[in-house]
């Protein structure tokens, strides 16, 4: 019987956003692709630095312990020639993570293949490659890479986002954009008791969701928060919202413009989404951040 994801967190990652490759990608930038891949071949035993979402990856997959059949699966999907990737290979397994699973596809679009591996979450540092997934249906968010220093252990993850064109739909957001905020919060208490539209995340937080059900609430291994420039006067609407779609979300901020970063940063968040450079500017300096991209 072929393996079925379809019951599974299926989280695909680029080779960039999972390890440091900063410095390689300079160099190919440079001096092109046939001397990134004689460079990569010749250092394939030397191991790569921990990336953006190392420590997210490596908090998630240890989920899997908890049972026999593994409910997460993270799957690398890189835009590199395969040659390239013994040296990606070789730092996973050096790592010890949990990855069984990758594609190479040689400059092809990662996003023609999403589909074909019922993939949840996809994080990559390029933009292009986030964009066409946003637009085929597919969370997707372009990871901030920058180095962070290694968190201590935790027995879970914990998983922050943003409200309105994340988890919600950008309808409410284009409302404050056009008209003010005094129009938004008057359309939203309008329609208070209306559930919000399904923002690109929605699904991920539905099947975080369906594995959270597995456990007693203070015993779940993913935490998730919301953190919203919302204030108060908006909460009912979101709550609602929550209920309607069945699931749960551990924390809620709505600060009213106040600073995420800080919040975000209390949460211990292993990643945070958010649209906004404005808030992922300050957040990625701590936390690592990811940008939510809108469709086209």
Known sequence: MAYDLKKKLVI?????????????????EKKGLKEYYRYQIKHENKRLKRGAAFDFV????????????????????????????????NSIDTYNLDVERAGW?????ISNYLKAFDVDLFLSVHESDVQEAINVGIA???????????ERKRKDVHIAFDGDAVLFSDESE???????LEAFIKHEKKNAKNPLPKGPFAKLLKVISRIQKKFPMEKAPIRTSLITARDFATFER??????????????AFFLGGVEK?????SFKADIFFDDQDVHLDKTSKKTPSAKVLYKR
């Not at 993270?74 to 013994?86: F, H, K, M």
């Open 174 to 180: 284009k409302i404050y954009q056009k008209y003010g």
């Open 58 to 89: 490596k908090n998630i997959l240890r989920i899997n312990k908890h049972f026999d059949d593994k409910l997460i699966e993270v799957i690398i999907l890189s835009r590199n020639n395969a040659a390239t990737g013994l040296r990606i290979k």
């Open 140 to 150: 997707a968010a372009r990871i901030i890479p920058k180095k962070y220093k290694k």
């Open 238 to 251: 979101v709550i609602r919202t929550f209920d309607a779609w069945n699931v749960r979300v551990d924390e």
């Open 105 to 109: 596809t040689a400059g092809t679009p």
């Open 12 to 28: 695909a990652i680029s080779s960039r956003a999972l390890f440091d490759l900063e410095d390689e990608n300079k160099m190919f």
């Open 261 to 265: 970063r800080r919040v975000v940063k």
